[in-house]
């Protein structure tokens, strides 16, 4: 591979040995596990040594022309210890990537629960695990846990703490909720009683998981159940240790020490956060922390020791706000930019207020987040082709296909908007009214509740100012047009919320998903439900007659149309209504007529066939009465006494007559008399029942050789040169009841 082996290394040593050979070169390495920048790992049963085969014919920071992976696999001993786990360095490493998993299982963890649904009071089992791969032991932890009613956590979702604090199992002292004995490290089981929460609505575990160095639990790295008979909270993994359980009655993690050098006091005020972090003896330079994504307002470098000081608002700075039932948390972190090889800072910031009973998120004041722009918008919709290239070529679709729909509008010299169908609806009338029949098809603030039961979707934008629809062709109204109503909403792209969305059923993860941003898919929990705007569009304000507090509404053009239809003139909707039945008796007697046309022509039809048939009977009967005739001829000419052939002492009735063969050549081709009648049989077309005996008999008799010939298409035997041409053959046809014939 290269003709330089002093330029090979292995990690940062060079070879023991090498040479130069004719057909290439060679090195050896011969090193310690703990030279030449081995990277030790360990798991369960193993310890695993890591490095690197590089070659580089040209000094660094050139890069290496090719690299080699060189891997060494040890059993590891038992109770091997490693040295990076010293309680006097108190620092955890490991190289592997972490994967969590969460599930509820039946009630002996033995598998997966077949159903997500719990009687009030029984037990929800609940695993968590994590597959450590090349980690070092760790400790999997519930960090926090909370109940919600929406898939996602946003400001105004109903909320229900269940782990707080920092692993501390709250639920537990007001039931029966516990965490088990762990039967690994890297799971943990937790038996949550069910409880009386958001009835009628689906519910949501949400749960914050961490993987820990078991050697090193705090009071912010824990797992805590309360004892009721005790009274007292118990640390899970080892009750001795329980002091580190104490905060979960008060307060956890907020004012403490990071390992033993550094410091970080937290002060709380109205709307804003001041945060001091202090170390002495630091190697992290304090200008390179961050409180979220803001850099320090004050930085000192003393001998005794670094201090930076943040001053931040809520809003700013990465801050996050997490609402429940009776706390308003505001969190963030302290973390490093530094690129060195010291270990990196985090250290999580929170600042905790009681809710107030009144209280609503500022977020849904709607003076804060007014649009502005100039200028009409023009909306347009239309029927499209499947590709979406131009409009519809027609309005007639098959039931179960696709209908395209697009729709978009004209922002002139607005800000940028987005635009969304608040509401659509499929009716049987070009406008809607009171006793218009409809089928809902968007609802609740823009979603798409057809979604739920056929293929209909939102497609996915070309623009923020279109928004198109695959709508799936349904059974309505058949045999009349349908029309579709829907409302255009243009927005501010950057504040959708619970009343301006579009949002689609997606029906392999069972749930709604925002079409603009599936991340932000908590607005689309209460399409189940009832999704309400900011404020009410009503106006506010006293009866001008009784001067009571009332909402009322202008009634002007500018109201929605479901609201608009209560105001119309009634003697217009009278003849609309006659209108509408005039149309449905037309169309009545439009299919009558058609109907009757259809029979009539029908019938003639039949007529036509019914004569045809006829006319061919007659002829074919005709035809058979004249070759009876001719049949009959010879028979009679051959017959000498009329009771020669007595059969039961009366005359043989005959079906069908004699059939004669008439002299041939000596080179000429006869037909056999079965073969005749087999083709007068079939003439016949069935008329006659064929015979179920037959008797034979032979006879010489001198006949004119102008007897009846049989057609020179049917194959017959050849006769014999020396047959007689006057040897004839008879054959009688008689009845089943008939006895055999006297010689």
């Given amino acids: 591979m290269t003709g330089n082996p002093a330029r090979l290394f292995l990690g940062s040593c060079f070879p023991s040995q090498f040479s130069n050979v004719s057909n290439g070169a060679e090195a050896e390495f011969h090193y310690p596990l703990s030279e030449c920048q081995f990277r030790r790992t360990a798991t369960w049963k193993y310890l695993v040594y890591e490095n690197q085969l590089t070659y580089r014919p040209l000094p660094k920071p050139n890069p290496p022309s090719f690299t080699y992976p060189i891997r060494c696999v040890n059993d590891r001993p038992k109770g091997w210890i490693p040295a990076f786990q010293s309680s006097s360095t108190g620092a955890i490493q490991g190289h592997g990537e972490l994967v969590f998993h969460m599930a509820i299982l039946n009630h002996d963890f033995s598998g997966p629960a077949e159903s997500s649904v719990f009687p009030l009071g029984s037990f929800v089992p609940i695993w968590a695990g994590v597959d450590q791969q090349a980690h070092q032991p760790l400790v999997l932890l519930l960090e926090e846990c909370i109940a919600s009613t929406t898939p996602e956590i946003s400001p105004d979702s109903l909320t229900y703490p269940l782990i707080a604090n920092k692993g501390c199992l709250m639920d537990g002292k007001k039931s029966l909720s516990t965490f088990l004995p762990r039967s690994h490290s890297s799971s943990i089981l937790l038996h949550l009683q069910a409880f009386r929460f ?219 908007l987005i635009l969304l169908l608040d509401e659509c609806v499929a009716s049987s009338t070009p406008e809607l009214g009171p006793d218009s029949q409809i089928y809902p098809l968007i609802t609740n603030k823009g979603c798409l509740v057809d979604s739920k039961k056929t293929k209909s979707s939102f497609l996915p934008r070309n623009q923020l100012s279109e928004i198109r629809l695959s709508l799936q062709a349904f059974k309505f109204a058949i045999g009349e047009d349908v029309y579709l109503h829907c409302r255009l909403v243009a927005w501010d792209p950057r504040d959708l919320d619970g009343s301006n969305k579009a949002c689609q059923y997606d029906r392999k993860s069972s749930r709604w998903v925002l079409t603009d941003d599936p991340s932000q898919s908590s607005l689309c929990s209460c399409c189940d439900t009832n999704c309400q705007g900011r404020k009410k569009r009503e106006i506010t304000g006293q009866c001008r007659v009784c001067h009571v507090n009332c909402n009322y509404l202008h009634i002007s053009d500018q109201m929605k149309p479901q609201e608009k239809m209560f105001f119309k003139d009634p003697v217009k909707l009278v003849q609309t209504r006659l209108e509408h039945i005039g149309q449905i008796a037309n169309f009545q007697k439009r299919q009558k007529e058609r109907v009757i046309a259809f029979l009539r022509s029908r019938s003639a039809e039949l007529e036509r066939k019914l004569k045809e048939v006829r006319d061919q009977c007659y002829r074919q009967v005709s035809e058979l009465k004249l070759e009876n005739e001719e049949l009959k001829k010879p028979l009679s000419q051959r017959r000498t006494s009329p009771g020669r052939f007595p059969i039961n002492g009366g005359t043989p009735r005959m079906i069908l007559p004699v059939a004669v063969t008439s002299p041939v050549t000596p080179r000429s081709r006869a037909v056999s008399s079965g073969d005749t009648l087999e083709r007068f049989r079939h003439s016949r077309l069935g008329m006659t029942t064929p015979p179920r005996s037959s008797i034979s008999m032979s006879s010489m008799s001198s006949v004119h050789e102008h007897g009846f010939r049989t057609p020179s298409s049917v194959n017959t035997p050849t006769r014999s040169q020396h047959t007689t041409p006057n040897n004839f053959q008879f054959q009688l046809l008689a009845r089943p009841t008939l006895q055999s014939p006297r010689p």
């Fill in 198 to 416: 958001a009835m009628g609505q689906e519910v949501y575990i949400h749960c914050k998981l961490t993987a820990w160095d078991p050697d090193n639990l705090n009071d912010v790295k824990k797992a805590c159940n309360y004892n009721k008979a005790k009274g007292q909270w118990e640390l899970l993994d080892d009750p001795f240790q329980s002091s580190l359980c104490q905060c979960c009655d008060s307060t956890c993690g907020v004012r403490g020490k990071r390992e033993t050098d550094s410091e970080i006091t937290v002060e709380c005020g109205k709307n804003s956060m001041s945060v001091r972090w202090i170390e002495a003896n630091s190697q992290v330079d304090p200008s390179l922390l961050r409180l979220g994504g803001c850099p320090p307002t004050q930085v000192s470098v003393k001998p005794q020791g670094s201090e930076a000081v943040f001053y931040a608002e809520f809003g700013a700075c990465d801050i996050r706000r997490m609402v429940t039932i009776n706390e308003i948390v505001f969190e963030t972190a302290i973390t490093s930019t530094t690129l060195s090889k010291t270990a990196p800072i985090y250290y999580p910031v929170a600042c905790k207020y009681e809710r107030p009973e009144d209280w609503t998120p500022p977020l849904y004041d709607p003076l804060m987040f007014h649009t502005h722009g100039q200028g009409e918008l023009s909306f347009r919709m239309a029927l499209m082709k499947d590709d979406f290239s131009a409009v519809a070529t027609t309005t007639t679709f098959p039931l179960g296909s696709t209908i395209p729909i697009a729709a978009s509008f004209d922002q002139k010299t607005h800000q940028p």
